[in-house]
């Protein structure tokens, strides 16, 4: 029998699902400039919320007419900033999930380029700017790099991933950097490779994963940016 259309080829019922979601947008978000883990805000707007609601309808259809093969969401993670806990509240209040936050997922630390454009960050910063957006080991001044949100956030995906049930998907809602991290990481990706990821307002990247004999999460099949919904 042929899998259904958007099914999973990856076999075994011990796999553990995790499902990344990334927040909706924010007046930051629209200016392009840089929003990092250093500061709560900011929230999201009314555009914003349109799009957590859409996320929130996709994760519900998970195991349904969405991905008819993987478990339906059963835990809720998020990092603790507004706009991931805006999402995550409405993913919790379609699926009656509970949102646990966790620092480990939180956005880079943009240090001083904290709600400054791109353009603005070259233009003070040209070759450190350059050195960050391309090395993956370069820090920002005052703040992280990919290496280090990549660091930081496996450990927390290595727990999420420890307590999921294969009978069930566990939902983290995060950032851009942070789930550019974690699918890299997942991959076996240099740090530096890891910026290429295009990672939508509320879209959905499926990470499915065994669990070798040290606890180690060993990938076995990613879907990534799988259901963009800001259509």
Same mark, same amino acid.
């Given at each position: ?8 080829? #990856? $076999?075994?019922? /011990? ?29 999201l +707007? ?8 859409? @996320?929130?309808?996709?994760?519900f ?27 995550? #509240? @409405?993913?919790?209040?379609? =699926?009656?999930?509970?949102?646990? %936050?966790?620092?480990?997922?939180a ?6 380029w904290?709600?400054?454009t791109?353009? #603005?960050?070259? $233009?003070g ?12 080991? /370069?820090?920002?001044?005052g ?10 956030a496996? =450990? ?12 069930? =998907?566990?939902?983290?809602? $995060?950032?851009?950097? +942070? ?7 997942a991959?076996?990706?240099? #740090? ?17 994963f ?7 999460? $060993? ?8 259901? %963009?919904?800001?259509?």
């Open positions: 029998m042929s899998r259904p259309s958007g099914a999973s080829p #990856a $076999a075994g019922a /011990d796999l553990r699902t995790v499902v990344l979601v990334r927040h909706g947008v924010t007046e930051l978000t629209e200016a392009r400039a840089y929003s990092g883990g250093g500061v709560p805000g900011p929230s +707007t009314s555009r914003g919320r349109t799009q957590a609601a859409r @996320a929130a309808d996709a994760v259809r998970i195991g349904k007419d969405l991905w008819p093969d993987l478990p339906r969401a059963g835990a809720l993670v998020a990092s603790p900033l507004v706009r991931t806990l805006e999402t995550a #509240a @409405a993913v919790g209040r379609r =699926t009656g999930q509970h949102v646990r %936050p966790d620092d480990r997922f956005e880079c630390v943009f240090g001083d904290e709600g400054l791109p353009d #603005a960050i070259s $233009a910063w040209p070759e450190l700017f350059a050195a960050w957006s391309t090395t993956g080991t /370069d820090r920002a001044p703040g992280e790099s990919y290496a280090d949100v990549g660091e930081r496996w =450990t927390g995906l290595r727990d999420v991933v420890a307590a999921t049930d294969p009978a069930s =998907t566990t939902v983290v809602v $995060a950032h851009t950097v +942070t789930i550019r991290a974690l699918a890299g990481r991959l076996g990706a240099p #740090a530096s490779s890891w910026r290429l990821l295009r990672v939508p307002p509320c879209s959905l990247t499926v990470l499915r065994g669990l070798g004999a040290d606890g180690e999460p $060993a990938l076995a099949e990613i879907t990534a940016a799988g259901f %963009p919904t800001d259509g």
